[in-house]
């Protein structure tokens, strides 16, 4: 016997993908950041 069952996944989609993207934003904000300490730190050296 054969049973679909439904998922709420679809209702959630957009949900899922919001939070998606605002964690690679915040690590990409988060690496430019880092990348600017370690390189002013260089540049006072």
């Known amino acids: ?3 679909v ?3 709420d996944f679809d209702e959630n989609t957009d ?4 939070s998606i993207n605002k964690m ?3 690590n990409k904000k ?3 950041e ?3 300490e ?3 730190e ?3 050296k």
């Open 1 to 3: 016997m054969f049973t």
């Open 5 to 7: 069952k439904r998922d």
């Open 15 to 18: 949900d899922i993908l919001n």
């Open 24 to 26: 690679l934003e915040k």
């Open 30 to 32: 988060e690496k430019e």
């Open 34 to 36: 880092n990348k600017e």
């Open 38 to 40: 370690s390189k002013e």
């Open 42 to 44: 260089k540049d006072n």
